[in-house]
């Protein structure tokens, strides 16, 4: 029974991965006007659930004190990840002058 937890396990973990990529196929394909440098409509949300079941799928009771260091260290990744993110995309959308500037003097 232990090794079908695992074949479970690494289905779901399959699964997000498949999903959060079709998110990036879907929006080149539907919302994105083609020849892009970026793909154009992704956002966060549809990334929500396949992160519930990524994490889902790390979980257990078996497991959790195993992969407790790995499962923080995703959890503080994740939060700067996303806080360095949003912080670059919101000063890019409201202040795009300014921001093209610091790209120049790079």
């Known amino acids: 029974s232990n090794k079908a937890d695992w074949h479970a396990r690494i289905f779901l ?3 997000c991965i498949i999903s959060g990529a079709l ?3 879907i929006m080149m394909v539907v919302w994105t006007r083609l020849p892009a440098s970026q793909i154009q409509g992704v956002q966060g949300r549809y990334f929500l659930v396949p992160a519930l079941v ?3 799928a790390l ?3 078996k497991t959790a004190i195993h992969y407790r260091h790995l499962q923080l260290a995703l959890l503080c990744g ?3 990840f996303t806080t360095t993110n ?3 995309v919101m000063f890019d959308r409201h202040y795009p002058e300014m921001s093209a500037s ?3 003097q790079r």
């Open 13 to 15: 973990l399959a699964l």
């Open 54 to 56: 990524f994490g889902y």
């Open 59 to 61: 979980s257990g009771a």
């Open 78 to 80: 994740f939060a700067l």
């Open 23 to 25: 998110v990036f196929i």
């Open 102 to 104: 610091l790209v120049k």
């Open 86 to 88: 949003t912080a670059y």
